[in-house]
T-cell receptor, first 112, second 114 residues
Framework: DQQVKQNSPSLSVQEGRISILNCDYTNSMFDYFLWYKKYPAEGPTFLIS???IKDKNEDGRFTVFLNKSAKHLSLHIVPSQPGDSAVYFC???????????WGAGTKLIIKP | EAQVTQNPRYLITVTGKKLTVTCSQNMNHEYMSWYRQDPGLGLRQIYY???????DKGDVPEGYKVSRKEKRNFPLILESPSPNQTSLYFCASSLTGTGLYGYTFGSGTRLTVV
């Protein structure tokens, strides 16, 4: 049973618009949630994280929102740029559990 | 430059021929981990290590071995590779392993077992 789900395998967004990537989880014990970005032929790179005690974290064009009651998080990218085209993975971690649980990824395509 | 280095980047081998994928980090990280990435399944953890001589199974450890004799190195060993181990493999390291500081990943090793 997948504890972290990214239900959209791909998403296409116009350059300059907002990209919203979604992630759902089932385990209420997760303490940290992370987003990673992956280009082809490269390893994932850490993008942004959020602790379960917060509901929002911002870093430049990237904002992550956490809705604990719905067990849902989302990554907003504003404005979207061509270099944002990549696969985005959501991952979750518990403080006492030294593992990251990963979603299957969403391929984001930014159209010029 | 802070990095995780994996070798080789690409490997084609035959069923049953033992192989080792090396992983080295230069950040003095305590935590290291191996993942495999398969289409539609995201990243699945194979093994992880909290420190030297401390290793533990992840979600898909069958058919793999690891060792952590030094802090910087964490090789992945396939004693008798099989075609279902054809995958993209990533090594990662982190200060603590809890996810708080994020993980640094290597560039990946694409393994094909025929």
């Amino acid at each position: 049973d997948q504890q972290v789900k990214q239900n959209s395998p791909s998403l296409s967004v116009q350059e300059g618009r907002i990209s919203i990537l979604n992630c759902d989880y089932t385990n209420s014990m997760f303490d940290y949630f992370l987003w990673y970005k992956k280009y082809p032929a490269e390893g994932p790179t850490f993008l942004i994280s959020i602790s379960s005690i917060k509901d929002k974290n911002e870093d430049g064009r990237f904002t992550v929102f956490l809705n604990k009651s719905a067990k849902h998080l989302s990554l907003h990218i504003v404005p979207s740029q061509p270099g944002d085209s990549a696969v985005y993975f959501c991952a979750a971690s518990g403080v006492s559990n030294y593992q990251l649980i990963w979603g299957a990824g969403t391929k984001l395509i930014i159209k010029p | 430059e802070a990095q995780v280095t994996q070798n080789p980047r690409y490997l084609i081998t035959v069923t049953g021929k033992k192989l080792t994928v090396t992983c080295s980090q230069n950040m003095n990280h305590e935590y290291m981990s191996w993942y495999r990435q398969d289409p539609g399944l995201g990243l699945r953890q194979i093994y992880y290590s909290m420190n030297v001589e401390v290793t533990d199974k992840g979600d898909v450890p069958e058919g793999y071995k690891v060792s952590r004799k030094e802090k910087r190195n964490f090789p992945l060993i396939l004693e008798s590779p099989s075609p279902n181990q054809t995958s993209l493999y990533f090594c990662a390291s982190s200060l603590t392993g809890t996810g708080l500081y994020g993980y640094t990943f290597g560039s990946g090793t694409r393994l094909t077992v025929v």
